[in-house]
């Protein structure tokens, strides 16, 4: 049988394990899917979910690059500025690369801070 100090390690460890790992938000509305699938809005399957986004846009704070990644898939682009900084892009409409591209396409832009954490998430 196990003693009671060995019973509260042990409790004490799944604790500690199950508080360093987070789960990703459920965006509503979105299905991923259709979003990764939707490389540079081409298909049309992101403008559908415009009105989802602007709502869950909020949940998309403060997550890291890797969690951004694996939610939202890949960006349609990405750019590097200064201080480490880094702006990843997702066309929600038609974008430069579709054959149907609007000239001022809605996006998504995410800003990521040196620790690559999102800060600042945009529609425009």
Do not use: H
Request: hydrophobic residues 40%; proline residues 3%.
């Amino acid at each position: 049988m196990y003693s009671f100090k060995q019973l509260s390690f042990l409790l004490f460890f799944f604790v500690l394990l199950s508080s360093c790992s987070s789960s990703l938000p459920t965006l509503e509305g979105i299905d991923l899917e259709l979003w990764k699938g939707d490389k540079n809005g081409c298909n049309g399957d992101r403008s559908k979910m415009i009105t989802a986004i602007t709502k869950e846009k909020e949940k998309l704070k403060v997550l890291s690059e890797m969690d951004i990644i694996q939610l939202l898939g890949r960006p349609d682009e990405n750019d590097l500025l200064q201080r480490s900084q880094k702006f990843y892009v997702y066309y929600l409409e038609p974008g430069p690369l579709c054959d149907q591209s609007k000239a001022e396409a809605k996006k998504l832009i995410l800003r990521m801070n040196a620790m690559s954490l999102t800060k600042e998430v945009q529609i425009k």
